[in-house]
């Protein structure tokens, strides 16, 4: 039976596939597909860990004190019989071998498959067996963590056809869906060598950090659709309309017909921007337009270029640090990075931000689960700040970086005079230090990035410090009306065209103008079409978004005559219902 699920609208388009569901676990696992030839070594760390839980709790019945209550005895024989469980072992191997699931992934799916079972049973004592079952499952999971798997994750999913894909075109690979409740950037980000066509979560705000990593991917994506990883099963057929923000469940031929309609014009619509490419971003009043890129890998430089972006206005390097259960990149390793995006450039600029873990981009699990309040607490330059030598690691790499390109050095969350002067002693310190190794470095332009209403606030103070400045519209939204921008629940009152928002973002715009200093916007606002024309017509000249939404902002630029924009914009300003404007 069709039905459908709604949630918000993160990246445009239409994706036809099966489910792959992704289970979530209480322990950090990582999702990626093996080699078929790792498939054994894989099946072999699964067995490993269970044999080393079965000793385990063997060890713990032995040492068990005479009078130690029946129950903990009688607990732990069901923890062995679940252990041995044909359910659970056909089916981890099953996921490994037939769709090249790394362990942990295999573990996770079975045991939400299992469980799902358990959920149905009618029996009381049966039913809460599934608490049981996810911790002898946690068990195992927490001992295969010290038995990494031995190779990278290759870069496609080389699922196998099973009979019901008869049901579209057997002869080509079916596209496969991720769906999952939550998925960490760093997953994603794995998730990015796949071949995945598209995205659900049941969490998450259209801003939040995951929402970004699947929008850079270019593949239509919704998140916050609260039950959808409940309500779909593995392999199910399901359509993302991400244009909508709607998922729908085992659709019917007329239904998957229509979409797949609307898939092919979608292709058209593409296939002719893409025509735009080499066109210079010009209004029609002669303005020209800076379109630059954000991305979160060097290998996403060239893709940037490809797209016609005339440089790179972020460069989120957090994502070089995450997922590496805290061995974080040494000075090489990050000096190598950066060079490799800056090489991937060709000549065109590179905008570095230094490290902004924190909030809905921990470092791994436990580092999220250990802050009261992540977005209002140790985040971006105030973890670098609260670190210097982890944060002059990174300058340094950075200004060596420097030397073979155009670099400029953006710093995140700024918003106290004290913060701007520590990272610019930082700064020199680290020329410093590299002045005394005698090493070869580049000269960088000094950003910062507004995100904070109290920045914005301020932005003279800012401007006699900085080069540049770059309007980061996701936090300072987020941070001007309180609204978390990971929570769905809060997520319509999350208002890129709030009167205050658009305040704050007016004023940074006409004082950096007013001083012929450049500023840019890297939030999403930037790759918004919906957006282009207001920010035209506030004199914004420089765009930061993911390479994919370059062409449609171009397409809106060549169309825009800012001498018409400007009084509108400032019409638009001074509304008390911005967004009625905008509409009209
Ligand atoms: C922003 O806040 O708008 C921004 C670009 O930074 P991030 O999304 O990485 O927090
Ligand atoms: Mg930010």
Request: some cysteine; overall charge negative; glycine content about 6%.
């Amino acid at each position: 039976m069709t039905f459908a699920v709604h949630g918000l609208v993160v990246a445009r388009g239409i994706a036809i596939g099966r489910a792959v569901l992704v289970a979530s676990s209480r322990v950090d696992v990582a999702h990626y597909f093996v080699q078929p030839e790792q498939v054994p070594a894989e099946i072999e760390r699964v067995r490993q860990g269970r044999n080393a839980v079965v000793e385990e709790l063997h060890r713990l019945q032995a040492d068990m004190p005479a009078d130690a209550p029946h129950e903990l005895t009688a607990l732990l024989d069901v923890h062995l019989m679940l252990l041995q469980d044909e359910l659970l072992t056909t089916g981890v191997k099953h996921w490994i071998t037939d769709r090249l699931y790394n362990a942990e992934w295999a573990l996770t799916t079975q045991l939400e498959l299992i469980a799902r079972q358990f959920d149905e049973m009618e029996d009381d004592y049966l039913r809460e067996r599934k608490a049981d079952l996810e911790q002898v499952v946690e068990r195992i999971l927490r001992h295969m963590k010290g038995v990494a798997s031995p190779v990278a994750p290759p870069v496609s999913s080389p699922r196998r056809k099973t009979s019901q894909d008869l049901l579209l075109d057997d002869t080509v690979d079916v596209p496969l869906v991720l769906v999952a409740h939550d998925l960490s950037p760093a997953d994603m980000l794995q998730f990015k060598q796949s071949v995945f066509a598209g995205f659900v979560t049941d969490v998450g705000g259209k801003t939040s950090h995951t929402a970004i990593v699947a929008r850079s991917m270019d593949i239509p994506a919704v998140v916050g659709a609260r039950s959808a990883s409940q309500l779909v099963r593995q392999d199910d057929w399901i359509i993302i309309d991400g244009d909508a923000g709607v998922v729908i469940i085992d659709p019917s031929p007329i239904i998957l017909a229509e979409y797949g309609f609307r898939q092919r014009q979608i292709a058209l619509e593409r296939e002719r921007l893409f025509r735009l490419r080499h066109t210079p971003a010009v209004t029609l009043d002669g303005h020209k337009v800076e379109l630059l890129a954000n991305i979160e890998q060097p290998g996403d430089a060239p893709v940037a270029v490809r797209a016609g972006a005339l440089g790179v206005g972020l460069f989120r390097s957090e994502f070089l640090f995450m997922g590496r259960n805290g061995h974080l990149p040494d000075e090489d390793e990050q000096y190598l990075a950066y060079r490799e995006a800056l090489e991937g450039m060709q000549g065109l600029p590179l905008t570095i931000r230094t490290i902004d873990v924190g909030a809905d981009k921990p470092l791994d699990k436990a580092h999220k689960d250990s802050f009261l309040n992540p977005a209002l607490g140790l985040r971006a330059i105030r973890w670098s700040l609260a670190d210097p030598a982890m944060f002059r690691t990174q300058l340094r790499a950075v200004l060596r970086a420097a030397a073979h390109g155009k670099v400029n050095l953006l710093f995140p969350m700024l918003a106290h005079l004290s913060e701007i002067q520590q990272t610019l002693a930082q700064v020199d310190m680290a020329r410093a230090e590299l002045q005394a190794r005698g090493a070869v470095y580049g000269p960088v332009e000094l950003g910062a990035m507004i995100e904070i209403p109290a920045a914005a606030l301020m932005v003279r103070s800012f401007l006699r410090y900085f080069d540049f400045l770059s309007i980061g519209t996701n936090d300072l939204i987020q941070y001007t009306l309180a609204i978390d921008r990971a929570d769905e629940s809060v997520a319509h009152l999350y208002d890129p065209l709030h009167p205050a928002v658009l305040r704050l973002v007016a004023d940074v715009i006409a004082e950096c103008t007013a001083q012929g200093k450049s500023v840019c916007v890297c939030g999403e606002t930037a790759g918004d079409v919906g957006m282009t024309r207001l920010l035209l017509g506030l004199g914004l000249r420089s765009f930061s978004m993911h390479p994919a939404q370059i062409l449609a902002v171009k397409q809106e630029v060549l169309r825009a005559d800012t001498r018409k924009l400007a009084p509108w914009a400032q019409q638009v300003l001074e509304a008390d219902d911005p967004a009625a404007l905008l509409a009209g």
